[in-house]
């Protein structure tokens, strides 16, 4: 039971970066719908067939209703409202089923399994551990090769594009010495040639700008500044940049036209999602 409560809070978290201690809840309010459906009809099929019915109607009004208000909060909030909403369906499972709900296996789950020579184990519990196994949901990868297809399509359809960031270089020295370098900046685009963007932190303070002619660097602290004639469009600059100026420009796949094109280039296969927040 344990594995299925972890792999639901890595699934929601993982891909909706929503904290809900409250959906372990859910399997509790299951588990008492299921146990009196099942003295009620006096069926385990039907019991567990009509409690996941109604669990899940439950959760989408759940959802509708009070976590999607959550979506846009902050963590802390999301815990403490979460948390909240455990004490509530706590309390409101004790008032509608009361704590003593019994529920017995049915006959084939009953009984154990022997796995070893001398090592058995209960089959009801061998049931849930093959449905967590197969609990944790990840998108095929032509979905996921769509989904990533229409985000690269809206990124490259926008004209102008404005945004801050903040970024972290790691360096490790020889004396296997780990230096953390913290930076912020700003960029603005508009497509198809026109570029500014700045750099600042202890060790820089710097301003690039493209006008589509020339590429101009300004050091500010050090009040100096050089240019390089780049004409063309950004593809063409960052192509420059990599290709004769042997520039690696971080995160500029991101700005191109041709954003998918860039980004599956040395893509194998895809086997996870990941949340990337953007300061804007």
Known sequence: MLFLLAAGLTLVFGIMDMINLAHGSLYMVGAFLAAWLVALTGSFVLGVLGAIAITAAFGMALETTLLRT??????????????????????????????????????????????????????????????????????????????LKAMSDYLAAQTAISFGYDTNLEVVTKDHQKLLLASSGTMDLARPDKFRGSRHCGFANVEMVFDGKTLTLLGKDANLYTQV???????????????????????????????????????????RSYTVGVRS
Not at 104 to 111: K, R, V, Y
């Open 70 to 147: 959550l979506y846009a909060r902050d963590h802390l909030s999301q815990v403490l409202a979460t948390f909240a909403l455990i004490l509530i369906l706590n309390d409101g499972v004790k008032m509608v089923f009361g704590t003593d709900l019994p529920l017995s296996a049915p006959d084939a789950l009953s009984g154990p399994v022997q796995l070893l020579p001398g090592l058995s184990y209960p089959a009801y519990r061998l049931l849930i551990l093959a449905v967590g196994l197969g609990a944790p949901a990840r998108a095929d990868e032509a979905t996921a090769k769509s989904l």
């Open 229 to 271: 004639d780049v004409p063309g469009t950004l593809d063409h600059l960052v192509d420059e940049l990599r290709d004769t100026h042997h520039r690696p420009v971080p995160g500029a796949d991101l700005l191109l036209s041709h954003v998918y094109d860039e980004l599956m280039g040395d893509v194998v296969t895809f086997y």
